[in-house]
């Protein structure tokens, strides 16, 4: 069976291939000398040929089964504390994932200040 090169991403040794059934396959290599060759849906690799998706997300699906977070863990971190205020109270760690103003913003009126991201120096007291 002849496989046609459709796509190629060289940084990240992925090639998208379509067989003579019509049927696509991504190949990458974890570059130590293992090549991985999976089919994908016709509508994932089709993503990724208009240009919706990545091929380097297409063969993250083909190895995890679903597509890449669209949020980095740090955003989804401050989507659950913007909906869970009181772990943002009292903990300075949490208060770090957040600029001065977003806290002023976010916490009761009164709320104590512990640290954001845009401390610089070692003063991070402040009150709301």
């Known amino acids: 069976m ?3 090169i459709i796509m190629v991403d060289k940084k990240n040794y992925i090639t998208l291939l379509k067989n003579d059934n ?3 396959i991504v190949e990458w290599s974890d570059g130590a000398a293992h090549v991985y060759s999976e089919l994908v849906a016709t509508l994932d690799a089709n993503e990724v040929i208009s240009g919706k998706k990545e ?3 297409l063969a993250f699906k083909a190895k995890n089964g679903a597509w890449p977070p669209k949020v980095t863990q ?4 401050r ?3 913007r909906n869970n205020i009181a772990l943002l109270q009292n903990d300075a760690d949490n208060q770090r994932l957040f600029t001065r103003m977003e806290l002023d913003k976010i916490l009761p009126k009164g709320s104590e200040i512990l640290a954001s991201s845009d401390d610089i120096v070692g003063n991070t ?3 709301h």
């Open 55 to 57: 091929l380097v997300s």
């Open 79 to 81: 989507i659950f504390l």
């Open 22 to 24: 019509g049927q696509y």
């Open 125 to 127: 007291h402040g009150t």
């Open 74 to 77: 740090k955003e989804a971190n």
């Open 2 to 4: 002849l496989n046609t």
